[in-house]
């Protein structure tokens, strides 16, 4: 479903600073399966992820997502295809303050053009089904980090998309609520969700809930996922 | 070299559209040379990147294009005082050799540039650079043409000396000038009326006719050409003289004057816009097979069609009004 064809992706190309994050990685990844990406810091595990997910282009290669080739599309349909395709769970959350639990998680519903209300009403369901409704109206910052977290995921999933991609999901929680996260991923799973994880962290790579595991490093796929 | 401020404008404009056309020439060629979607090489997605940046540069330059026709009209107008003889733009523009082939590039150069715009326009909608390769052509066809608009221009404003002894626009457009049908008799004034209109409702009606029904895009735009041209004729020969009210004046120029409300910027935006709108729906015909732009060309044909057909219509009832309006009786004279 996701179809990598010899990545490669170098920031400040032709400068000293040089620096190549991918280099040349092919990969296949299933539609309705959980994959990590694993490998140290540095191995391009997040750059792999904001490939994948359109946030940044690649600097060589080509990536097909649903048999279509993404990564030569012009940026109004690339931004499409993020609002509509994928659900981002970032590693620091990045919530913004000030503004109530439920208005983040509304925020990448807005420029589809979809009423306020049926926005709402969505994402209160979600708050719902993640057992964080009465944080609905709280704001951000006077939430736990295992709140947060489940906010991030509300938010991820607003526009019900078919991917969710999560970095380093479980960087800021404690085994507890790791475990806690990993099990609300079985449930998307479970409900068709695909699903792409970048952690270094065993609670996800040796989680059940993970089908397949990719070695990184050094920018280079590191022997046979498992 | 007269330091007028639109003078200014105008030469300096056209050096930053030359340098901006010549950067995007270079990559115009690579384009037209190594263009390959189906490749995922780092020259490919470095292309697709510069894509957009060479759209928007030629894009910003043509639209400096439309604008410096009238731009460079309105100059020869406002200029007309500094020359002996000179009465409006006809008499500026005839102060060198270098005055009317200026204007006339210009003139192609404005209807060639916004059919690009347009043909831009589609090319971005789709989501595959549909027309990457094509308007890339097309731009570099164009690019001898603005450097030659430039240098025309360039030595227009450079040779121009206000001590130049110029003609009218009362001889240079008189009737001995223009033998037109409203100078030979009551029959003729009446049949180039006959041509202009017959031409005008033909053309608006295949324009809605091809907003109605989808079918007739390339009769539109050839009578869209054909309107242009008869509209043109019909300016110099009866619209003026009605205008002016003066049976043996063809100025096309004065109209764009004060006295006359400027009456003609809105007479030749509104032919313009309608001919540049009218050709590009038969112009992006042969586009409809491609994929990406089945679904969404069909109706953005019927938009311009009905714009331009629109356009079409307000120029005509431009014209009319001031033809009814006019003290001037010019059939039985």
């Known amino acids: 479903m996701i179809e990598l064809k010899d990545i490669r992706k170098v920031f400040n190309s032709g400068k000293p600073n040089e620096f190549s994050a991918v280099q040349g990685i092919s990969l296949s990844i299933e539609a309705r399966k959980a994959t990590v990406l694993k490998g140290p810091s540095g191995s391009g595990k997040t750059t792999l992820l904001s490939l994948i997910g359109c946030m940044a282009r690649p600097t060589a290669g080509r990536i097909r997502l649903f048999d279509r080739e993404i990564t030569s599309l012009p940026e109004r349909f690339l931004t499409d295809i993020r609002r509509k395709t994928f659900g981002f769970i970032f590693q620091h959350f990045n919530l913004i303050k000030g503004i109530t639990a439920l208005e983040n998680a509304m925020l990448p519903a807005y420029p589809l053009g979809e009423k306020s209300s049926s926005i709402r009403k969505r994402a209160l369901n979600l708050f719902e089904l993640f057992n964080i409704a009465p944080k609905a109206y709280s704001r951000v910052e006077w939430l736990s980090g295992g709140e947060a977290q489940r906010v991030t995921i509300v938010r991820a999933l607003v526009n019900n998309p078919s991917v969710i991609i999560a970095d380093e999901p479980t960087a800021h929680l404690d085994t507890k609520l790791s475990l806690e996260f990993m099990g609300i991923l079985a449930k998307l799973k479970e409900d068709g969700k695909t699903l792409l994880l970048a952690s270094h962290d065993p609670v996800v790579y040796e989680s059940a809930v993970v089908d397949r595991v990719v070695n990184l490093r050094d920018g280079r796929i590191d022997g046979a996922g498992q | ?333």
């Open chain 2, 1 to 333: 070299m007269i330091f007028h401020p639109t003078v200014m404008a105008l030469f300096v404009g056209s050096l930053l559209v030359t340098f901006m056309i010549l950067y995007s020439a270079s990559y115009a060629l690579l384009i037209l040379r190594k263009w390959d979607l189906q490749s995922g090489s780092e020259l490919q997605l470095n292309l697709e990147r510069k894509t957009y940046l060479i759209s928007t540069l030629i894009a910003y330059a043509f639209g400096f294009e439309l604008l410096s026709f009238f731009l460079y009209v309105f100059t020869a107008d406002q200029m007309h005082t500094f020359f002996v003889g000179a009465m409006c733009a006809a008499g500026s523009l005839y102060a060198n050799d270098y005055g009317y082939p200026t204007l006339i590039v210009k003139l192609v150069n404005f209807l060639l540039a916004g059919t690009w715009l347009i043909l831009n326009y589609v090319d971005n909608r789709g989501y595959d650079y549909p027309l990457m390769k094509t308007k890339c052509f097309f731009f570099l066809l164009l690019v001898p043409l603005i450097l030659l608009e430039t240098f025309l221009q360039a030595s227009y404003f450079l040779r121009i000396s206000p001590n130049i002894i110029t003609s009218c626009c009362g001889t240079l457009f008189s009737a001995d000038t223009f033998a037109l049908p409203t100078d030979t008799g009551f029959l003729s004034s009446i049949r180039a009326k006959a041509a202009f209109y017959v031409t005008l409702l033909l053309t608006v009606g295949t324009g809605f006719f091809f907003f109605l029904k989808g079918k007739g895009a390339y009769l539109f735009s050839a009578v869209s050409a054909l309107a242009f041209a008869v509209s043109v004729v019909a300016i110099f020969s009866f619209i003026s003289s009605y205008i002016y009210e003066l049976p043996t004046h063809h100025c096309p120029f004065c109209v764009l004057q004060k006295e006359y409300g400027y009456i003609g910027y809105l007479i030749y935006v509104t032919l313009l816009g309608a001919t540049i709108l009218g050709l590009s729906v038969g112009l992006l015909m042969p586009f409809r097979k491609i994929g990406s732009l089945s679904e969404i060309l069909p109706s953005f044909q019927r938009k311009l069609a009905v714009t331009s057909s629109a356009l079409f219509l307000v120029f005509t009832a431009i014209v009319t009004v001031r033809i009814l309006l006019s003290d001037l009786i010019l059939e039985g004279y």
